[in-house]
């Protein structure tokens, strides 16, 4: 019985120790450097899509004329295009599944 619960305790201190350590362990792993270059172009992406609608709103309040919104609006979403075509390579390279984010 003592042999038992000796070595229940054992293991139990090696499971404990090896979810404590498991940050450090993580820590030593190089950086993907595509995973950096993939968060960045989503970060760009949503900031992209939110000057769009900024010069949307700002078009609706009457800030921009038509023709400012027009060029302004095809400019952004040439850029915005530029980023998902970007990240879309940069996906499929890497073979990537989770696109959503």
């Excluded at 939110?50 to 027009?70: H, P």
Aim: net charge negative; no cysteine.
């Amino acid at each position: 019985m003592n042999l038992l619960v000796a070595v229940l305790t054992l293991l139990l201190l090696a499971a404990v120790m090896l979810v404590l350590s498991a940050p450090l362990r993580a820590a030593r792993r190089r950086p993907d450097p595509r995973s950096a270059e993939l968060d960045e172009l989503r970060a760009a992406r949503e900031a992209k899509y939110r000057e769009i609608r900024d010069a949307e709103l700002d078009y609706r309040t009457g800030k921009l004329s038509a023709e400012d919104y027009a060029a302004v609006d095809s400019a952004l979403r040439a850029e915005a295009l530029d980023i998902l075509n970007r990240l879309s390579a940069l996906e499929d390279e890497g073979g990537a599944t989770n696109v959503s984010q």
